[in-house]
């Protein structure tokens, strides 16, 4: 069995790479699990991004890493490294930040400790097909589990937009020009916001609504147990309904943002515009292009196999399993942000690893994993 894995991960990113973390937790060996994916860094993406909006820290709390369970995530090795208990008394409060430095520090050493390169295999997988015994990886076996974790499909330009030569997107790498307008208003266009003040230019924000402000990405509650039963106890148009408001733009809470706008507003340096105006640079702080049509991956299945879809989700079981195609011999599983119909922070490390450890149940309830 060691040598003839029956169990993959399509997807090499942070979620992916947190499955794996549960699944190796779970008594798999690295031998029995295959990962395909294109960077063998998990982190690659990531890193990327958050160099190019500058992030120190990350948004997540206390859970914001690729251990398989939540507690005591990354405060125990930084209170180690502090000598105080300050960073586990905040983790306890789930009030714990860790820094980019200290995530991606993470990341290599369970990269290394994990058996993950000897897991991994440096190919796309294009398509994936039910087949007897499980699925069909594009010309690369049949697996009887499989986990679907492919990342955002791509950065999301406004069409009117993608001609223009001022225009640059937050999570390519960029500097600022003297006069600078931000479309956005959620969590990479403030951080943006406050960039591009720090650099001495005249910032114009451009937002088609006020943001909503809390810590989270989407609001605490749907960490919880109790929040996510009600999610799930929604009809399919409730929770479509449910899912658009929540992904709507936010940014945390606090003076550490709103001084310094406050502060460039008095000066005339901030400002807040209906419409493009003459910038000399225009940050797109737009995020992802969003849903399964726009991942060829996922488009070509469900066109496949007739998956129920409703506007831009694919309609999942709550443990994140595709239904029709999972039962009690295999599964297909959802991971990352294309999971947001059964976790509605699917996009998280906390949403990867509650998928991870629903597919996890699914794989030893299989006599025959």
């Known amino acids: ?36 994916g294109t960077q063998s860094d998990p982190a690659a993406a990531w890193r990327r991004r958050a160099a190019a909006i500058r992030q120190q820290a990350m948004r997540s709390e206390s859970d914001g890493h690729c251990l398989p369970t939540t507690f005591p995530g ?6 180690a490294r502090r000598r105080s208990p300050a960073p586990l008394l905040a983790s306890v409060l789930d009030r714990y930040h860790p820094s980019v430095e200290e995530f991606l520090g993470h990341v290599e050493e369970l990269r290394e400790r994990s058996g993950w390169d000897r897991s ?25 589990h499989v986990a679907l974790a492919p990342g955002h499909p791509g950065l999301n330009i406004p069409a009117e937009l993608r001609n223009d030569p001022r225009v640059v997107h ?43 402000r809390r810590p989270l990405n989407v609001p605490r509650e749907y960490f919880s147990r109790r929040g996510l039963g009600a999610f799930h106890r929604l009809a399919d148009d409730e929770r479509s309904a449910r899912l658009r408001a929540l992904l709507a733009p936010s940014y945390p809470p606090g003076a550490a943002w709103d001084e310094p706008l406050a502060r460039a507003e008095a000066d005339g340096r901030f400002r807040v515009e209906p419409s493009l105006n003459g910038s000399a640079q225009i940050i797109c702080a ?31 079981e709550p443990d994140a ?14 991971a990352g942000v294309p999971a947001q119909w059964a976790f509605p922070a699917a996009d998280t490390l906390a949403g990867a690893r509650y998928v991870a450890h629903g597919f996890l149940r699914r794989i030893k309830a299989c006599p025959t994993r």
């Open 1 to 36: 069995m060691a040598g003839d894995p029956r169990v993959a991960i399509v997807g090499s990113g942070l979620a992916g790479f947190t499955v794996y973390q549960v699944l190796r937790r779970g008594g798999l060996e690295p031998g029995q699990i295959a990962v395909f």
């Open 74 to 79: 990354l405060a125990v090795r930084s209170a």
């Open 120 to 144: 991994l295999r440096e190919a796309r997988v294009k398509r994936v097909t039910a087949a007897n015994g499980g699925f069909e990886l594009d010309g690369h076996g049949v697996f009887r």
């Open 170 to 212: 937050s999570y390519e790498q960029h500097d600022y020009e003297p006069t600078v307008t931000v479309i956005g208003a959620g969590l990479a266009a403030a951080t943006e916001w406050l960039n591009a003040l720090a650099a001495g230019a005249e910032v114009v924000s451009v937002r088609r609504r006020e943001p909503a």
């Open 286 to 316: 737009t995020g992802f292009v969003r849903g399964y049509c726009s991942d060829p991956l996922l488009e070509r299945l469900v066109a496949e196999h007739g998956l129920d879809t409703l506007d831009r989700w694919i309609v999942l």
């Open 321 to 334: 399993a595709v239904p029709g195609l999972s039962d009690g011999t295999r599964t297909l599983a959802l």
